[in-house]
């Protein structure tokens, strides 16, 4: 077992209860990786939960001493040496020409990784989404708002992947040709992987489309995968079969390549391990990588107060889903780009070979 792997799971099921308030303070509510804040231990930059109800319970603690040096405290893993925070990137200080804030457009993830959402409305939800109520962002971004602040960030901080990710429109292609117009318009600006997520388009012609227009990878997101499960937790998603995503993942992958799909798994809002085991097992025999995150319940959601998985419990998942990788030889890091490939919401790449 990778010991970093079991350190960082504890942590990403508990949370840290008490951070320095030096660097990147990451977000509360909103997509991705919400009530979370960017920590890199021995090297591995990962998001942790530092501003949820389950961290503020947590017996973890980071603070910094007088040397500038972090301890992680109530650790029973004494071997960690090197512990920072990421620090806030320079592209947030930036607006564009009509006056909305970089950081409005697209967010730092992980310590090296930009990341949108171009339509912040979806059909499947009937409640405005988080960010929009915060005022962290705006309901429609084009695409050459993103690729303006994807050039930024690529020259003032480094970037090395943009990951696009879209509300779902009502339209059979399910946001594919605005993630399409986006991506063009970035890598006209610059040269950086990108990775598009959607639903599965009605057409899957969709699929070239955004591969011509420079998407290089995509994820389109199962979450649950017990039917009881995605009913009750999904009833907007649900209403796309896992038969169909299946077909899509073949379609998509006849075109994107073997191991360039992936999708999210979220483990802990119900299903059993035996079933995201086996439901990984038949993703990586079409070429998907399932890429395995603990739930995070998040402050502000109807699930808010829904207990996180245990650390045994993902422990046990990574172990298994990282076998099935190696045999099915699709690794994290040969990905264009995407979450897997930036791998900071999960510890599931530490357990792979």
Not at 43 to 63: A, E, R
Not at 330 to 337: F, G, L, N, P, R
């Amino acid at each position: 077992m990778s010991e970093l792997g079991k350190i960082i799971t504890e942590l990403q099921v508990n949370g840290i209860s008490s951070m320095p308030k030096k660097g990147n303070r990451g977000r509360k509510g909103g997509a991705g990786p919400s009530d979370h804040r960017a920590l890199t231990i021995e090297g591995k930059t990962v998001m942790v939960p530092v501003y949820n109800h389950v961290s503020q319970k947590s017996n973890y603690q980071l603070s910094e001493e007088p040397d500038g040096q972090f301890i992680l405290q109530n650790s029973e893993d004494s071997n960690i040496k090197e512990l920072s925070t990421t620090k806030e990137p320079n592209f947030y200080s930036l607006k564009t020409k009509d006056g909305i804030p970089y950081k409005s457009i697209a967010l730092l993830h992980s310590k090296d990784v930009l990341a949108t959402t171009i339509l912040q409305k979806c059909i499947r939800f009937k409640h405005r989404e988080q960010s929009l109520e915060n005022e962290q962002t705006i309901v429609r971004k084009t695409p050459d708002q993103i690729a303006e602040v994807a050039e930024a960030a690529v020259r003032l901080d480094g970037i090395k992947q943009l990951v696009m990710t879209t509300g779902t429109p009502n339209s059979s292609d399910r946001g594919a040709r605005i993630m399409a117009e986006a991506a063009k318009a970035v890598k006209a600006k610059v040269d950086i992987p990108i990775q598009g997520q959607c639903e599965p388009p009605d057409n899957p012609i969709w699929f070239r489309k955004m591969k011509d227009s420079g998407v290089d990878s995509l994820g389109m997101h199962l979450e649950v995968v017990e039917e009881k499960i995605r009913k009750k937790i999904l009833p907007g998603k649900s209403e796309i079969s896992l038969e169909r995503y299946y077909k899509a993942f073949e379609e998509s992958v006849s075109v994107f390549g073997r191991g360039e799909v992936s999708t999210y798994l979220l483990a802990g809002l119900g299903d059993s391990k035996e079933s995201l085991i086996n439901c990984s097992k038949k993703l990586i025999s079409i070429g998907v990588y399932p890429f395995i995150v603990p739930f995070v319940p998040i402050a502000g959601t109807p699930l808010e107060h829904h207990p996180s998985p245990s650390t045994d419990f993902m422990i046990d998942i990574y172990q298994s889903v990282s076998q099935l990788l190696n045999e099915g030889n699709i690794k994290s890091d040969e990905m264009s780009a995407g979450c897997a490939k930036c791998g900071a919401c999960s510890a599931l790449s530490l357990f792979e070979s």
